[in-house]
């Protein structure tokens, strides 16, 4: 990613000159998005769209958003920067006409739509789609929905979703991935986790790349854990979340310490 003309035009260069070999035959110029990015999410019957609900995950591996990219280090919903207005403007300028055309086409779409968001000075761009639940966005988003998801599921798979509605909690709902030691480069697999918290009302610790070995829980991928807890705010879904990170015994363990932090800095402004 460029960030000015000159990194740009070197970035061009370094493809041709064979810096990544067969891969830099071929340059494909997007335009740069400046803006806060946000994640979406809808269900699709193939003829309507159910808004679910929104989240903001944070992929860069150290706090601060710096380090390499990864799978997500935590999340957050909703996520503020999704106001009503942009949540609207979501549906009418994206989401809806993506799924009218893919009918009118001869493909409709049934499922969830994961509209990866930038939300700049103009509103909301699309950076991408997925056709799924992100993690560890899923785990925000189940926290918070209220109506039973089998239903609105069903509904989108015997196309009556106009029929249903979303129910969701005004908490809010955070999570923090605790993962293994050298993530997301090479890290040891089969450490001991040797105990994990009671956990209460609102709180949840899922389970993403354990095992049980020989009645011991051990880590078995390097985005392990999600640790995460409902709040009245980011602020104190972030406290409750960090105090359960902080009861779990796992020596080769780590996460981001400032998940939310964007969220939290608009509380406080």
Known sequence: MAMTLDEALAAIDDCFD??????????????????????????????????????????????????????????????????????????????????????????????????GLMITAKGPEL???NVRFGDPECQVLMMRLKSDLLD???????????????????????????ASKGYPAAYDKGTPIDSLPATGDGEKVFHAGTALKDGQLVATGGRVLNVTATGATVAEAQARAYALVDAVDWKNGFCRRDIGWQAIAREKA
């Open 127 to 129: 950076i991408e789609y």
């Open 152 to 178: 609105i599921l069903y509904a989108a798979a015997t196309g009556t979703l106009d029929q249903v509605s979303a129910e969701w909690s005004d908490d809010v709902a955070l999570t923090v991935v605790l």
């Open 18 to 115: 064979g810096a990544f070999g067969a891969a830099g035959a071929e340059v494909v110029v997007e335009a740069f998005l400046d803006g806060e990015e946000a994640s979406f999410f809808c269900l699709s019957d193939g003829k309507t769209a159910l808004a679910l609900a929104t989240a903001q995950d944070h992929k860069r591996v150290g706090d601060g958003d710096t380090g390499p990219n990864t799978g997500g280090m935590g999340a957050y919903s909703p996520a503020p920067v999704m106001t009503p207005e942009m949540v609207e403007r979501t549906m009418k300028e994206i989401i809806e006409p993506t799924i009218a055309g893919m009918a009118k086409d001869g493909n409709p779409f049934t499922g969830v739509f994961f509209a």
